[in-house]
Structures are given as structure tokens and as C-alpha cells.
């Protein structure tokens, strides 16, 4: 398989989730799931089985962090690239999400239009890590 | 009759059983705290006896018969200076009940630096009810010296009670008779620091919360003005146009404020690493080039063609160098140029940022880098500012150790300058350079604001950070400052630090070890709590001449 296809998507504002699923579905022409948090995340990987994940990191309940580690339990997602959306930007606590094992960070406001194509660099990104 | 004393006393010398001059002397030493006055009376012929009890300590004395108009005189004169004295005892006691009611504490140092006054808090905080304080000096009362406690920039104390606590000092010198006397204040900042976190705290949650809408609101105005939702028609764009550009600049505020708390509260944290400004200036170029071609100006680099590497945070850097740009860009009209040049030479290096717009004039030129600072109230509005861009960057610049300027003649642009010191190699840095290992962020943050002005500061939380970290993987430190807490087995750590430095010299400055661990493997030993700047600039100096002596 050499394109990405299938993006997970684990946000917990309605109108972020929105303007994401607008973005990748008529932008980047990807398949697209829709979580609101990260319960329904775990419920929905082994069915959805996503190529790429995108992650909020404060979400009330589940924590973005926490459902990471939840999500690298599950054997769909071995090798699968995580990318955290954050509202934090200093330097620093970009540096403390990556030490979670996440491929990359996006920053909020991100710019809907470059978005699909930011993801897909992550996920080749992601996937030579893992061919390593 | 001494239980109470009276006010003034008249006493006959000659009495059945006692000697009048005994009982003088008796009165002056049971009331001792005040002063009586006491009158002899005497029927005895001479002056001799009246000598006598003055010299026993008498204040007066009436020949008897006694004139009872001379009485009256002398009783007056005497109710007025009762008076006086009553009154001075009074403010004195006032002075020192307002000394007592001070809540920071208050410590007097005589010219030989023992203490000879303290305060109500400062005895609660530094003294027991076994050890009285008024005698004691400076080091045995505070840890240290004053002049070495004024010099330290974060100093924490000891109390009694064992606390440590962050103090803020401040010294009033005066003379008296001729000798020097320090009066030391010492204010416990420890819930200062609580609310400077908690407002950390605060504005962390208030920029994500502000954040949050502002994603979907510029997100939904991308996606419209780049047709996603279908072509718009020309004044439809405009106002997306317009609404995007407001947003952005809401966005800008945001990351501002956080800085500029960060900033100001000195809870930013850098990392200092020898760097090549060439790459990273084509990476400002790179990602301001949009803002610079939606504006109409042309963006141009000239590089030496060697450079110097200089110690600075690579991000922060960026950010510098897009508020330079921006600014200039924002001041420039479209077709105008915007230059930027390296110039590097043994001292370090130079960058700057030339423009080709109206320049800035001279009575403004001195303002340019305060907060909130603007040409012309209305500047902000033309010019999309919030007047915090070279106040933000100049702090920055000062906090990775460079400086900054601008020179400008009105109506041919400006220049802004930033320099900063370098060296040709990180082995041969001018100024010598140290590795931090710990896994505590505020430590790293007070030795870096301790050791900066001295040392080329590069830091990590953990070795196997270091081994990541080009391109100190391959250089050996000459001296290494670590803590082996949350490190694993100190042991363990302290033989691969020993294998790291090398020829190097370590340092463990910890609390979790103590003076016996570090004699076992052989390392010199500072504990956290207790070690002043000075201690540690000092004992970075010794392993420094270590260092120089042993072979590499």
C-alpha cells in the first residue's frame, strides 16, 4: 500500500471535528473517522483499522496521552503513527509529547488547507520508522 | 514601696538603721529600667555629706530647714523632665513595636557582621529559644556571607524549623557614630512563586481555551477562502479576507502574552546550544517568504563564508528572526527589498535586518524596544501590531546572552541588529562550556541563570538525551554538573558520566546523594539546597584547573 488512506481522527469540540473531517474527506480525498473522545476511539480502531491518528491532547475524561498508551495496546495499531493536536505550543511541552512515542505534533490554529498533505509527510514519516 | 516605684524621691540622710547612702545605692540598682530622681535632704553642716550621695548617685540635694519655694522650683523642673522622658520612652517603644509588626523580617549586621538587632519574624524564622541570635554572625544565622548572599541572584534560606524558602533581599547600609551598620529586609517569596505558577497556570488554560474557537474560526475562513466550499464571489472573499487576518492577529496576541509572562516571570526555559546561524537564517527566510510575496518585497540572504557557532535556543532564534522580518516586511511598500546579512568574525557574530521604509526617528529610536511601544498611537492599528513584537524579542535576545539594536536614518529604512559573542569550534568556545544533567526542570532553569554570564550552558534531562543531541554525542564536556536523581542506579550513572567526560571533570550536585556516596566514587560533592552561586562558580573553577591539568 502506498498511499494513505484511512485517518482516525480524536477530538472533543464538535466544530474542530468538523472543520478536520472537511479538511481530510474533500481536501485530501481520505477516508475519515470521527471520535469524540477516547473511548470511542479504542471501541473504533479495530474496526476502522487507521493508517494515521490524530490526537487531541486535552480532552476531558481520556487524556490524549493516556489514550495513546491505551491505543498501543491494541494489535491493529502496531506501527501506526499518532500525531497529537495540541493548543500548547511553548517548545518545551512539544518536546515532552514526542517523548509519548507520537510521530509529530500539530499546533492549534492549524491551517485546514495544508493539513492533509502535513499529515501524509507524518505518515511517511511514521512508516520509514517502522520499516527501519 | 520598690514594687511600684514613685516618680521622684526625697530622702533624709540621716536615718536610725540604714546609712542614707546605702539606701541610694539599693534604689539605683532595683530600679534600674528607669530613671528616679532622687533628692537628699540634710541638716548636717557642710558640703561634704551632699558630695557624698551625689557620688553615691543622688541627683540633688536640700539643705535643711528645707525652703519650701526652692522645693517647689525643683519638684517642677523635675515633673518636666519625667515628662520629656516618659515621652521619649514612648516613641521609642513605638519604633520598635513597628519594627516587630514588620512581616518580612529585619536584621541589623555592625561593621564586623554580627548581629545586633533583630526583628519579631526574624527571630521566629532564624532563631530558637536556646540560641539567642544578637551576638551571632551573618554565616551562622543566614548559611553565608551578605556580600555573598547580595551577590546570589536566587538565593534561598534556611529557617530554624529546617524550611527552605526562596528570599528576596534587600540591604539599607547607614553609619552610626561613624561606624557602618547594614540593615538586611528578607521577604519569604515562597507565596509569591505560588501565585506566579498559578498564573502560569491560569494563562495556560486560558490560551487553550481561547485557542480552541479560534481553530474553528480560522479553520472555517481557510477552507472558505481557498474555495473548498465552492468559488466565493470577489466582496465575499474580502471579508473572509478580513476575517482571517483579524483572527490570525488574535492568534499572535495570544502567543505574546504567554511569552511575555513567561519572560518577564523569568520561566522560560532556553536551550543553549553552539549552533551555525546559516541554516537557521535560511529557515527564517523559508518561512517568511509568503508574508514577504503577499506584501509585494523581495527577501535576500547573504551569508561569510564561514560562520561562527554561536550559543542560542534554535526556536527561539526563529521567532527572533520572524519578528525582525515581519516588522520590516509590515514597514516595507511593495517592490522594496528586504536584506539580511551574517557577518562573522572572531568575536562572534553579527545579523542584520535591513529595510528599505521610512526609517524610524531619532526621538523614538531610544523607546523601540519597550513593551507596548509604538512610532504613533495609531501605528498599531495601520500596521496589524500589538507593540509587543521587539520588546518580546528583545528579551529574548538578552536571555540567550546577545544584544540588540537599530540604527535608521529617517526616510531611508532601518537596520536591526542582534549580535551575538561565538567562537570557530564548540571545543574551543571563548567561553568555556559545561554539560547539565538533570531531570529536574527548575534546576536546570537556576544553574542556567546562575552559570550563563560564565559558561556555554548546554543541558539535558538525561544521558541518553545527550547521546541524542548533535553534535555533543561525539565532543567530551570538560566539566559536567549532574544529579543522579531519577537517573536509575546512581552508581550506574556515575560511571557512564566518568566515561563521558573523559578527561573531563564531574560534579554531582544533588540532594538524593550525600557526602559519603560521592568520597566512594570519588567525585566532588554540592547539595542543592544549601549551595549559593558563589560556591558553585567557585567549585567550577577548581574542576576547570583539574581539567586543563589532566592529559585529554
Known amino acids: ?132 | 514601696m520598690l514594687r511600684q516605684p514613685p516618680d521622684l524621691m526625697l530622702l533624709d540622710l540621716l536615718m536610725p538603721d540604714l546609712s542614707g547612702f546605702e539606701v541610694i545605692e539599693q534604689i539605683r540598682a532595683q530600679v534600674s529600667e528607669r530613671w528616679l530622681p532622687i533628692l537628699v535632704t540634710s541638716s548636717l553642716p557642710g558640703d561634704a555629706p551632699f558630695i557624698e550621695a551625689l557620688r553615691h548617685g543622688a541627683d540633688d540635694y536640700l539643705v535643711r530647714p528645707i525652703n519650701a519655694d526652692l522645693l517647689l522650683a525643683k519638684l517642677g523642673h523635675y515633673s518636666a523632665v519625667l515628662s520629656l522622658q516618659a515621652r521619649l520612652t514612648a516613641m521609642a517603644e513605638r519604633q520598635r513595636a513597628i519594627h516587630d509588626n514588620i512581616l518580612d523580617a529585619v536584621m541589623t549586621f555592625d561593621a564586623d557582621g554580627r548581629l545586633q538587632e533583630a526583628n519579631r519574624a526574624a527571630m521566629r524564622w532564624f532563631g530558637s529559644p536556646v540560641v539567642p541570635l544578637r551576638g551571632m554572625l551573618c554565616r551562622q544565622v543566614l548559611g553565608a556571607d551578605l556580600a555573598e548572599l547580595l551577590d546570589s541572584p536566587d538565593v534561598r534560606l534556611q529557617r530554624a524549623d529546617g524550611r527552605v524558602f526562596p528570599a528576596e533581599l534587600t540591604l539599607g547600609e547607614w553609619r552610626e557614630a561613624g561606624r557602618m551598620q547594614h540593615t538586611l529586609v528578607i521577604r519569604d517569596l515562597t507565596e509569591r512563586q505560588h501565585i506566579e505558577r498559578m498564573k502560569d497556570e491560569f494563562l495556560a488554560t486560558v490560551s487553550h481555551e481561547l485557542r480552541t474557537p479560534l481553530t474553528s474560526v480560522l479553520g472555517a475562513l481557510g477552507l472558505l477562502a481557498c474555495g473548498a466550499a465552492g468559488i466565493l464571489p470577489k466582496p465575499a472573499m474580502t471579508l473572509t479576507e478580513v476575517a482571517r487576518r483579524n483572527g490570525e492577529r488574535l492568534s499572535h496576541l495570544i502567543d505574546d502574552i504567554l511569552d511575555l509572562s513567561k519572560l518577564e516571570g523569568n520561566r522560560l526555559q532556553l536551550q543553549l546550544r553552539p549552533l551555525k546561524l546559516d541554516a537557521l537564517l535560511q529557515e527564517a527566510i523559508a518561512a517568511n517568504a509568503g508574508y514577504a510575496q503577499r506584501a509585494g518585497v523581495t527577501l535576500g540572504l547573504v551569508l561569510p563564508a564561514q560562520s561562527a557557532l554561536v550559543g542560542v535556543d534554535a526556536d527561539r532564534f526563529l521567532q527572533v528572526m520572524a519578528n525582525l522580518l515581519s516588522n520590516a516586511i509590515k514597514h516595507s511598500s511593495p517592490g522594496d527589498r528586504v536584506e539580511v546579512l551574517l557577518l562573522s568574525d572572531k568575536d562572534g557574530v553579527r545579523v542584520e535586518v535591513r529595510d528599505q521604509g521610512p526609517g524610524i526617528s531619532p526621538e523614538f529610536r531610544p523607546h523601540m524596544f519597550e513593551k507596548f511601544s509604538q512610532a504613533d498611537g495609531s501605528d498599531s492599528r495601520a500596521k496589524g501590531g500589538t507593540g509587543l513584537g521587539l520588546y518580546i524579542t528583545r528579551m529574548l535576545v538578552e536571555r540567550m546572552g546577545g544584544r540588540i539594536g537599530v540604527t535608521s536614518t529617517p526616510g531611508a529604512g532601518a537596520c536591526f541588529w542582534v549580535t551575538f559573542s561565538g567562537s570557530e569550534d564548540v571545543t574551543q568556545a571563548a567561553r568555556p562550556w559545561l554539560l547539565h544533567v538533570d531531570s529536574d526542570a527548575d534546576a536546570r532553569a537556576r544553574l542556567a541563570d546562575w552559570l550563563g554570564p560564565h559558561y556555554a550552558l548546554v543541558w539535558a534531562a538525561s544521558l541518553a538525551q545527550v547521546q541524542a543531541q548533535e553534535p555533543f554525542a561525539q565532543v567530551q564536556p570538560p566539566i559536567i554538573v549532574a544529579d543522579p536523581q531519577a537517573q536509575g542506579s546512581a552508581e550506574t550513572f556515575c560511571a557512564a558520566l566518568r566515561r563521558r567526560a573523559l578527561a573531563g571533570q564531574v560534579i554531582l550536585y544533588s540532594d538524593s546523594v550525600d557526602r559519603a556516596f560521592a568520597q566512594h566514587m570519588g567525585l566532588p560533592w554540592l547539595p542543592k539546597t544549601s549551595t549559593t552561586q558563589a560556591q558553585l562558580l567557585s567549585a567550577l573553577n577548581d574542576a576547570a584547573a583539574l581539567a586543563s591539568r589532566k592529559p585529554a
Open chain 1, 1 to 132: 500500500m502506498s498511499e494513505l488512506q484511512r485517518v482516525m481522527c480524536v477530538e472533543d469540540d464538535p466544530d474542530i471535528r468538523m472543520i478536520i473531517e472537511f479538511s481530510l474527506l474533500n481536501l485530501g480525498g481520505y477516508e475519515v473517522c470521527l471520535c469524540a473522545g477516547g473511548p470511542a476511539a479504542l471501541v473504533q480502531a479495530p474496526l476502522f483499522r487507521p493508517e494515521l491518528v490524530l490526537l487531541d491532547v486535552m480532552m476531558p475524561g481520556m487524556s490524549g496521552p493516556q489514550t495513546l498508551a491505551a491505543l498501543r495496546q491494541l494489535p491493529v495499531m502496531r506501527g501506526v503513527p499518532v500525531v497529537f493536536l495540541t493548543a500548547k505550543a511553548m517548545p518545551d511541552e512539544v518536546e515532552d509529547l514526542l517523548k509519548y512515542g507520537a510521530t509529530g505534533v500539530i499546533v492549534k490554529p492549524f491551517d485546514p488547507v495544508t493539513l492533509p498533505q502535513n499529515i501524509r509527510i507524518y505518515w511517511e514519516h511514521g512508516r520509514d520508522i517502522h520499516a527501519r
